[in-house]
């Protein structure tokens, strides 16, 4: 009868470090993704802003003070913002590396 509490025994503490690695996992992948949405908007924000000040830019010497480059340039900036943010979170490697 004790051999047959042995192995039940084992297997609660393989339970109870198996749960306290699954939850230690869980913090250090919140972690890394905290990180990686960091600095996707943070270059979000740049290149929203490096379209904005091009958009500003061309309207005012080539098109007479009107609106669409400043949105074009934002649109622009919005989207190269989200396809470099889609390659950070897809791939291991991205275009910019998350060092933990």
Known sequence: MSEESE???????CHKNCHMTQQLTKTIDRSLL???WDIVLSNMLVKIGMGFGVGVITSV?????RTF????????????GYSEGDAIFRST????????
């Open 7 to 13: 192995p039940v025994q084992i297997t609660k503490e």
């Open 34 to 36: 905290n990180d990686k």
């Open 61 to 65: 010497l080539f098109f007479k003070k």
């Open 69 to 80: 480059p400043v949105w074009l340039g934002i649109g622009f900036g919005l989207g190269r």
């Open 93 to 100: 490697a991205g275009l910019r590396a998350v060092k933990v």
